[in-house]
């Protein structure tokens, strides 16, 4: 049995889909449903319980499990709640690493790349203790997930008893199917979709920064099936431990983003660029790009997807169909 938190929210329901695919039919989620239909996520889905997260220690006495798969967190880079991200993202991960340890079992978790905050120190996934102290997010939910990085190098330093795996995966900028409970906090592409496809015309932010043009933002965008891959080959390979960036590699600005949506549809583009708002302007990243060395280096050879392909696949297997859900 493999408990996936998170498992009804983007990441979490592709990985229950993934499992599902390779046999795994008893998988339990623990979750909050709430009212945004993430329900849906799951409605194809093979599970055996869904546990909200406030129950979900007590659930878990007395249960052996074959792994779990920790995604559920307060994903939001705009939550300003220091309390309730620190639980939920912090505080309920070391329970779980805790009892994954004490329970001898396979623990891998969500990081994310805000753990590295502007990016001036690069993007490097180095797991030395302090590496990652010198790290400084720029937001709340950064912060979280640097805290918990930091907690497991650190019983790594020490030598301390862990999980007889364990993966932290610092995700880059994911984008596919099952996102649509998460409002703000959706991908670019699935946000203007509709629009594009009416022939609306599309915002994109300006750039403020001397020698980047508007548009040219750049995020090191990786679609699901690429995230997807990593992880079952970490399921499938327990040898392996450590923090990895799961990025492609390779940077792709904002335009490029739209630009290959219009394409997969043969629509013509209808872009505009609009100012950033000033609230924004002093923490906005310009550039994201994943060092994906240490994952090659722990034996990854999933290679990835170009963002034309991976953006031509969602709009044709999901965007453009009616039901739009993995």
């Not at 998170?6 to 695919?21: K, R």
């Not at 798969?69 to 991200?85: C, E, K, L, P, R």
């Not at 030598?159 to 364990?166: A, D, I, R, S, T």
Request: hydrophobic content about 40%.
């Amino acid at each position: 049995m493999f408990l996936v938190t998170g498992g009804a929210g983007f990441i979490g329901s592709n990985i229950v889909a993934a499992l599902n695919e390779a046999g795994h039919a008893d998988v339990v989620v623990s979750d909050f449903l709430g009212d945004e239909g993430k329900w849906r996520n799951l409605a194809k889905r093979q599970i055996a319980d869904i546990v909200p997260p406030d129950e979900l220690m007590a659930w878990l006495r007395g249960r052996r499990l074959t792994g779990v798969i920790h995604m559920g967190a307060i994903s939001a880079t705009t939550a300003t709640d220091g309390d309730h991200v620190f639980e939920t993202n912090y505080r309920l991960s070391v329970r779980l690493l805790d009892w994954c340890t004490l329970n001898p079992t396979p623990f891998i978790y969500a990081s994310s790349a805000a753990t590295y905050g502007d990016g001036e120190q690069g993007f490097r996934d180095d797991n030395s203790l302090d590496a990652l102290k010198a790290l400084r997010p720029m937001n709340l939910y950064g912060w979280s997930k640097y805290l918990f990085d930091v907690a497991v190098a650190t019983r790594v330093a020490k030598g301390e008893k862990l999980p007889p795996q364990w993966a932290g995966l610092k995700f880059f900028n994911v984008f596919g199917p099952n996102e649509y409970h998460k409002g703000a906090m959706m991908s670019v592409l699935t946000k203007t979709f509709d629009d594009i496809k009416a022939g609306k015309t599309i915002r994109l932010f300006k750039s403020h920064r001397d020698g980047i043009a508007d548009g040219d933002q750049r995020r090191d965008f990786i679609y699901i099936d690429d995230v997807l891959r990593v992880v079952m080959w970490l399921v499938q390979t327990p040898s392996v431990s450590g923090i990895f960036n799961v990025g492609t590699s390779h940077a792709r600005s904002f335009r490029d983003l739209i630009v290959s949506a219009y394409a997969a549809l043969g629509a013509k583009e209808n872009i505009e660029y609009v100012d950033m708002p000033e609230q924004i302007r002093g923490s906005y990243q310009y550039f994201t790009q994943a060092d994906g060395e240490h994952l090659r280096r722990a034996g990854y050879n999933g290679g990835f997807t170009s963002l034309e392909d991976s953006v031509a696949s969602y709009v044709k297997t999901y965007l453009d169909r009616p039901d739009r859900y993995r």
